[in-house]
């Protein structure tokens, strides 16, 4: 959920898939962070945060996916 993640992700990925990756909050449909913080450095706050966020991204998500399959 974040650039380390995502880099990560890409060091392994089979060829020609690289394309396929992104981060969560890419699915967002409200302006907002690009990566998902670590909750530990804000407290309880921040785990409250987190979930906001990763809320967010995952109703934009499922939007883009419904649109993929046509519904």
Known sequence: MD???LSELERNCP????????LLRDFAPVPGPREVPDPYDGGADGFERVLDLVE?????LVAELRRRLGE
């Open 56 to 60: 967010e991204a995952c109703d934009g």
């Open 15 to 22: 060829p020609g898939l690289a394309s396929r990756l992104g």
């Open 3 to 5: 650039e380390d993640n």
